[in-house]
DNA sequence: CATTCGATCGGG
DNA sequence: CCGATCGAATGA
């Protein structure tokens, strides 16, 4: 079942990151179709979250997340490397989660490379269209574990909020 | 303008 | 531990 703008269209961005593990990311490169699971992820909850790039409001770069659910946030991080995001929320909430391990392969810049996707596909809506979606193949719940997220001891208060989601064993 | 500093990774 | 690498954000 493809997860689109009615899945997303959500405001608990800590949940739907928890759900999202299992998940799996599907990729269209040239007609060969491969997909993913997620198995680790972080949520970017509102404009009071200091560890989002929304925590100043709305800027050329993450305006993207303050639209409409289900589209894809990409930007280039410490000049180096892509990383992807899945907008969530009502338009005007801005929240992304973002993908940080696909199957075996840990960390978010690594997971854009195994995509093979870049800053071209920000903006995107996640559908079949885009060639980048999201579908839920089973609905047995995995084990997941919640710790903080990485890279962020400036974000004060919300420096250790346990938005960090990872497939437990 | 100038400067700082990241939602990171790989190599030594 | 440190350098790479560059654009967003900030402040003058």
Redesign the pocket.
């Known amino acids: 079942m493809l997860l689109d703008i009615n899945y997303f269209n959500n405001e608990d961005t800590p949940s739907l990151a928890y759900n999202l593990i299992g998940k799996f990311i599907f990729r269209n490169e040239n007609g060969q179709i491969n997909h993913y699971m997620i198995t680790e992820v ?1 949520a ?1 909850h509102g404009l009071l979250d200091k ?4 925590r ?1 409001g709305k ?4 305006a993207i ?1 303050f639209g409409k659910a289900g589209y894809s ?1 990409i ?7 892509w ?1 992807l ?1 899945i907008v969530t929320g009502a338009e005007g909430f801005p929240a ?1 989660i ?1 993908i ?1 391990g696909i199957d075996k392969t ?6 854009t490379r195994k995509l093979n996707i870049n800053g071209s596909f920000n903006g995107k809506i996640l559908a079949p269209e885009s060639e980048l979606w999201i579908e839920e193949l089973d609905t047995i719940p995995p084990k997941v574990l919640e710790l903080p ?4 001891d ?1 974000a004060e208060e919300y420096r250790d909020m346990p938005w960090r989601f990872i497939l437990g064993s």
């Open positions: 972080e970017y560890a989002s790039h929304a100043f800027t050329p770069r993450n997340m946030y930007y280039l991080c410490y000049g180096v490397h990383l995001n992304a973002l940080r840990f960390g978010p810049g690594r997971v997220r990485v890279g962020i400036y």
